[in-house]
């Protein structure tokens, strides 16, 4: 009961901090993009894999807000860690043989 209590609350932490985190996340480019800008090789980029995707560019796909937008995308990455990681846990997690009495 205890270890539940506890993974509940940092399962609270983690979306309370990538939600308001992303809704109060500066919008102006990140390093690379500032870099890239600045030395003149920003326009030779590719367009990234995930473009298309509901979640592309740290946003919501049909969100206006564009914090509102981030926020949920903040909480849908935690959200989809949380499911691929713990699935992978689950599926290889170490079992115990069955101890058969006779």
Known sequence: ?????????????ALLLAGVGSY???????????????????????????????????????????RLSGGIAGVAGVGLTLLIGGGLFWALRRRSPDVQQD
């Open 24 to 66: 109060y996340a500066s919008s102006h480019p990140d390093g690379l993009e500032y870099v890239a800008g600045k030395t003149g090789f920003g326009d030779s980029a590719k367009e990234p894999v995930d473009t298309g995707s509901p979640f592309a560019d740290y946003g919501t796909e049909g969100v206006d807000d564009e």
């Open 1 to 13: 009961m205890r270890n539940r209590r506890f993974l509940l609350a940092g399962l609270l932490v």
